[in-house]
């Protein structure tokens, strides 16, 4: 199987889950290894291959969302994040970054590589919503990297970062 790419997601298979004795796709009833069992439904659902995430066939048979967005001009892009790309397991809600009327693209996890890159932090002090977040940029340098999730607007090239707390 042929992996697919997700326009907002970049190493998407880092973040989904994997089964070595593989499941059953609960939208199209293949077998699968690489999955997710996380959506916005009133359905009950244990897993969701990566083609029917990738199609958008298992938001349309569930009725659901793999994410919530802040509103933006662009209904192609509020259709490919919520209903085509999968969700990244987070402590609580996040609304998808967006940036020049398009997503930003999940990049990983913040690391120390990111935490030493000038650049980055020169974006994330542009981009930073602090009244959003609800924590301060400095702050945000003190806390642990493992709260904060990387993203890049593919249009104009600037880092955006959300806190992902419990």
Same mark, same amino acid.
């Given at each position: 199987?042929?992996?697919? @790419? ?18 059953? =796709? ?18 009950? %659902? ?5 083609? =029917? ?17 802040? %509103? ?15 969700? %990244?397991?987070?402590?609580?809600? %996040?609304?998808?970054?967006? =940036? ?8 990983? @996890? ?57």
């Amino acid at each position: 199987m042929e992996y697919p @790419i997700f326009k907002y997601m970049a190493n998407a298979k880092e973040f989904l889950n994997y089964s070595e004795d593989g499941v059953v =796709c609960d939208c199209c009833g293949k077998t699968t290894n690489i999955f997710t069992d996380n959506m916005y439904t009133a359905k009950r %659902i244990n897993a969701i291959c990566v083609d =029917c995430i990738k199609s958008g066939e298992a938001c349309k048979k569930f009725d659901g969302e793999f994410n919530t967005v802040t %509103i933006i001009d662009n209904k192609e892009a509020i259709d490919e994040l919520v209903h085509k790309t999968p969700a %990244i397991q987070t402590f609580q809600e %996040i609304d998808w970054p967006a =940036c020049c009327n398009d997503f930003c693209k999940f990049l990983r @996890i913040f690391t120390d590589v990111d935490f030493e890159n000038e650049q980055i932090w020169e974006d994330i002090k542009e981009t930073f919503d602090e009244d959003e977040e609800g924590y301060s940029i400095d702050y945000v340098k003190e806390m642990d990297l493992s709260y904060l999730l990387l993203y890049k607007c593919e249009i104009c090239g600037k880092h955006h970062i959300k806190i992902d707390v419990d």
